[in-house]
């Protein structure tokens, strides 16, 4: 009667074992692809708040922020592949925008997600000019309020 429970114990382990090592590897994949959002929307960010800080031209905050989006990301992300970055202009904004693929294999998931064996992983952010004049006068405004 032994024997039987301790090749029970056997069979369920290895009917569970695939199971728990299907979960284990897509929460790391899951992981991942957070990381890389989040590293994407920071340098997007840092981007185009150094691209911002440009007071000469439209054209020189496009140089510089196409030329900050490339370095700040570079080396930063884990599993996302072919990044592509974008970079508007318009009157005192800039956006910067990043978007590449995050490849899961199909042994981990038994069906492919949205037909494909990628995950397209985006990231982006805006920043305007701020008129340093007309922000200390704001704050002086509202230090008089709070006095």
Request: proline share 2%.
């Amino acid at each position: 009667m032994k024997r039987g429970l301790k090749g029970s114990y056997t069979i369920e382990s290895a009917l569970i074992f695939p199971f728990i090592m299907t979960v284990i590897v897509f929460l790391i994949y899951v992981s991942f692809f957070l990381h890389d959002r989040a590293v994407m929307s920071s340098c997007a960010y840092q981007a185009a708040l150094k691209a911002s800080l440009i007071r000469t031209s439209a054209d020189d905050m496009e140089k510089t922020a196409v030329k900050a989006a490339a370095y700040s990301i570079e080396g930063l992300l884990l599993a996302t592949d072919e990044v592509k970055t974008d970079v508007q202009v318009s009157g005192k904004k800039v956006t910067v925008s990043y978007s590449g693929t995050l490849r899961i294999p199909q042994s981990i998931l038994f069906f492919p997600i949205n037909g494909s064996e990628s995950i397209t992983v985006t990231g982006s952010a805006t920043a305007s000019q701020k008129d340093a004049i007309e922000f200390i006068r704001s704050c002086r405004s509202a230090e008089s309020l709070f006095k």
